[in-house]
């Protein structure tokens, strides 16, 4: 399985490179892992595959991230401090550049599905030795752009500016979730098929991808793409974004990880984990070595409910999977709390992974164990924290009045996850067709 994808020649170069992983962190920064060679500035005279400029002198390597003031772009940020790497971050609002991780970057301000995008990208992308693409549109609120915008529209105008600016590396953020459900403790590697988890949006955009840099491998033989395919990333950075993402505003964030809060779980329910550290720590491998091909990544060991209870610090009420979605339902259609039951599916029915091959062909290993990553973004989460990015910033529900105007009342606060197409009403959709026939023949004719 592992010598089946695709890698262009030059990748080859990158076989002498055996990438130690030393890592400690401090102050919630991620000490690069070194890479056993003399490489005094990290600069491209340590990887022989990189540009050098015409004088035989190494050229800096320069990198571009889409999405990079989220979750896993802070991460990455963090990540490549110490690399003496030119990094431009690409995203639909910059963060406040002043802030670190953010100041380490260059921003451009583009909305991937925006019309304009195309033009902007031509731009950023040209002379890149690499691009990451990190942007994806996960829980959006209603008012956010649709999903398919960023996530469908978005990937396709960005493949098409990598190409046309001919980007010798492509990282992608693919997931999970993008495999077809297996049995419920199997864990899969990376020759699993992609179809997607039936009732998630999330999932199928995400196979959605998968199909996408399928054709691209295709159409571009030459660039080397790798994806990377972890489980559910959390860390404290995205403490803020969860919030939003998870409780009710009526639901003060200092409550979560409470004794007398308990959870209610369906038994069977397991999960993977894997902090946005590591994940980050896993893309800048495969950006030393120009890895390609498909990558899980997961931190061990998967959590049952009991587990998942507690290391939350919460007591579990088992309550069987379809009242979990029939509340979840309920909630979120009247606006009294954000996470649609696709949400739900997804965890009972997304793949397990193995992440053997990025340890064995990396040389990655997670620093954080699942229960350990889960811990720190509940406590953040407690603790109301956040980041200088829109994205990751802290919910700030202090006051009652301020939650109970947060509540959307009688409407859905975040979009659907539903992978049913919206049905109109029927006079709606009677309007629909008759005008579709009064303009098909208009008056005289």
Known sequence: MRGDYPVPPISNLYGRLIPAVLHSLTSNECEMSAVSV?????????????????????STVRIVVTGASGNVGTALLRCLHRDDWTVTGIARRPPDSSCPPYSGASWVACDLGAAEAPSRLATTLAGADAVVHLAWSINPSSTDPRMSRTNLI????????????GVPHLVCLSSAAAYRPPSRWQEVGEDWPCDGVPGSLYSQHKAHLERLLDQFLVDHPGTAVARMRPCAIVGRDAAGEFARWLLSPLLPSSVVGRQWLPLPLWPGLRAQFVHSLDVAEAIRLVLLQRAAGPFNIAAGPPLNARELAATISAPVIPVPRAAVLTGAWAGWRIGLQPTHPGWLRLADRAALVDPGRARDELGWRPRHDAPAALAEVVAGIRAGTGTAS?????RHLPRVTERLRAITWGKPSHQTQSTRPRRRPRLTAAIFRQSSVSSMHPPGH
């Open 154 to 165: 978005g990937t396709r105008q960005l493949l098409s500016a990598v190409a046309e600016a």
């Open 390 to 394: 829109a994205p990751l910033a802290a």
């Open 38 to 58: 003399n490489c005094p500035n990290r600069t491209t005279d340590c990887f022989p595959g990189f540009p050098k400029r015409d004088d035989g002198h190494p």
